[in-house]
């Protein structure tokens, strides 16, 4: 008998960046975060977990058709607590088949780049979490499994709810109340959209994990960025998403782009993820937002090079329409996606 259960996860892009760990294993930040979850026709994972008596002894994960190692401390994490809730089924009603005593077999597809700068951890373990969350019928809120997608990637919990979603640092040692929670659904401000120009499809060079561990290490900006940048920041972008504020949202979506990469900067040695077609990039913005008079685009950059650009429907043809023109003539820029906000939370 097998046992089976699917879902698919968002990508989210943070507007106010984590980056810092406080605890690694546990992934716990040492600021808050808040991103947009976008829609799920392009940018998503897709994840079927099974479990079965007959399967081979140990757990496996299969990415895009090739077998990935679980043995790793994160994939790991996910398994063991999402057991852990199991069982308590299992022991509370001796009815319950045990699952979590079965071999786990995982199998996941992106539709979008891996690796590539394009959050695709995020989605990844999101997925996960909740295909085995759903094949283990857990009664578990998208709080509960956000603590869990945590452990595998800090980024990933931020995915289990859809709109506009934060991520509370927390406080407490065991990561209990590190957990993300949602801001607005996206029905609360539909006409956002984001557009992401993909530069590099490429592996990055430096992961988020060895980089950000370097800049907590070294950087001397990055400890006012933690205690008072981020913490003010978050706050205006809340009341700006509250709002409908334009301006502020993506005034402080630029400049908190900025400022997490000018403390990979100012990391010893250098962390470069921005590259000439993602300053040409920002240039364009600035044209677009000189030529309005208001700022109607704001960029953001991830830890690689690819711009993802958020606007509202009713500029379309200034922002979209122009960046699209352009990526015909200018080289470099390789492709460009529409996302729309997503919307529920399954
Ligand atoms: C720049 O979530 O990928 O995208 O917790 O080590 O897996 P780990 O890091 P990850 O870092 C994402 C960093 C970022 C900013 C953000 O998404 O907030």
Redesign the pocket.
């Known amino acids: 008998e097998i046992y089976r259960a699917s879902t698919t996860a968002p990508v989210n892009i943070?507007v106010i960046?984590?980056?810092g760990k406080r605890d690694p294993k546990l992934?716990l930040p040492t600021n808050s975060?808040l991103?947009v979850t976008l829609s799920q026709s392009d940018l998503r994972t897709h994840t079927t977990a099974s479990c079965s008596p007959s399967y081979p002894a140990s757990d496996s994960l299969l990415l895009n058709g090739s077998p990935q190692d679980v043995s790793g401390a994160r994939t790991q994490a996910c398994f063991r607590e999402l057991r852990a809730l199991r069982k308590q089924l299992e022991d509370a009603d001796l009815a319950v088949p045990k699952l979590s005593a079965m071999p786990l077999k995982i199998v996941s597809e992106n539709n979008f780049p891996t690796a590539a700068g394009l959050?695709s951890?995020?989605a990844g373990f999101a997925a996960l979490v909740r295909a085995i969350a759903n094949l283990y019928e857990l009664p578990a809120s998208p709080t509960a499994l956000s603590r869990i997608a945590r452990q595998g990637?800090?980024?990933?919990c931020r995915s289990l709810f859809g709109g506009y979603v934060g991520w509370e640092q927390g406080s407490a040692v065991d990561g209990s109340d590190s957990v993300a929670f949602q801001v607005a659904p996206a029905n609360h401000w539909p006409s956002m959209r984001a557009i992401i120009l993909v530069v590099s499809a490429a592996k990055k060079g430096v992961s988020?994990?060895t980089g950000m561990q370097a800049t907590v290490a070294t950087s001397s900006l990055f400890a006012s960025r933690t205690s008072e940048i981020v913490p003010r920041r978050m706050a205006e972008m809340q009341k700006a998403i509250q709002e409908k504020d334009f301006e502020t949202f993506g005034k402080v979506t630029m400049m908190d782009s900025n400022s997490?990469h000018a403390t990979c900067l100012d990391t010893y040695p250098p962390i470069f993820y921005l590259n000439d077609v993602s300053r040409a990039a920002i240039k364009v913005v600035e044209e677009i937002n000189a030529s309005a008079g208001k700022i109607i685009a704001a960029y953001t950059f991830?830890?690689g090079p690819n711009a993802v650009i958020y606007y509202l429907e009713e500029n379309e043809v200034q922002v979209a329409g122009l960046f699209k023109a352009m990526m015909g003539e200018k080289e470099g820029w390789k492709s460009e996606r529409g996302e729309k906000v997503q919307g529920n939370e399954q």
Request: proline share 0%; aromatic share 16%.
């Open positions: 943070a960046k984590y980056w992934n975060s991103s959050a951890s995020a990637s800090g980024s990933a988020s994990t997490f991830d830890a």
